[in-house]
């Protein structure tokens, strides 16, 4: 007759079995039954809400992104960025819209240095948009916390319209049309505000015809 095991293996043996039994339901069953019941029921968020013009992916709907003009000197890396005047223009981001640099500033409202960039930053895209100062929207000068922030405000996306049909040799109407087609209304109706996805916006306007 063969002795029992000592209560102390048991209970290893137990916890070991129990922890292969988790590992495969947790680790492997749940996590391939989630993914296969968002790809059959909704594969496109669930991968990343891609955004494809003529085939190609340009972007993710859930990211903003520069629209820049290429640099004259691509392996120059103190020449700085100029934005694409054919494009609307997103919000300032913190971390130039790069995934792997999520995040703010850190500065707050009484910071100097914040209001000086604030004030350069009205003036440039006053003169980029070819408005007064005044009506650059808050928004067109401050950063989301996460800096990939893909949406503008309305306001913001108006104020670029004039811009936008003149370079692109478009009606200002046809613009504008873009810009309510694209324009999100507030989350549950009452939270945040409208606001216009500049990657779709976009994306629509280089289609446009």
């Known amino acids: 007759m063969s002795k029992p095991l000592p209560n102390a293996v048991r209970n290893h043996l137990t916890a070991l079995r129990m922890l292969l039994v988790m590992t495969v339901i947790l680790g492997l069953a749940y996590p391939l039954l989630v993914t296969g019941l968002s790809q059959v029921a909704f594969a496109s968020k669930a991968n990343g809400s891609i955004v494809k013009s003529e085939g190609k992916e340009v972007g993710s709907s859930l990211l903003g992104q520069n629209f820049n003009l290429p640099k004259?000197?691509?392996?120059d890396p103190d020449e700085a960025a100029q934005p694409?005047?054919?494009w609307f223009q997103p919000r300032f981001s913190a971390g130039s819209y790069d995934p792997k640099a999520s995040g703010a500033s850190n500065l707050g409202p009484n910071s100097e240095d914040l209001l000086k960039a604030v004030g350069e930053r009205r003036a440039a895209i006053a003169a980029f948009d070819g408005v007064d100062p005044a009506a650059v929207p808050a928004d067109a000068v401050t950063a989301s916390g996460s800096g990939l922030?893909?949406?503008?405000?309305?306001?913001?996306?108006?104020?670029?319209?004039a811009r936008v049909a003149k370079e692109r040799k478009l009606s200002a109407d046809a613009v504008n049309r873009l810009v309510d087609k694209y324009t999100v209304g507030r989350t549950l109706g009452f939270l945040g505000q409208d606001g216009v996805n500049v990657v779709l916006l976009n994306k629509a306007l280089s289609e446009l015809k």
């Open 149 to 161: 922030d893909p949406e503008i405000s309305v306001a913001y996306a108006e104020e670029q319209v």
């Open 72 to 75: 004259k000197n691509p392996d």
């Open 84 to 86: 694409d005047p054919k």
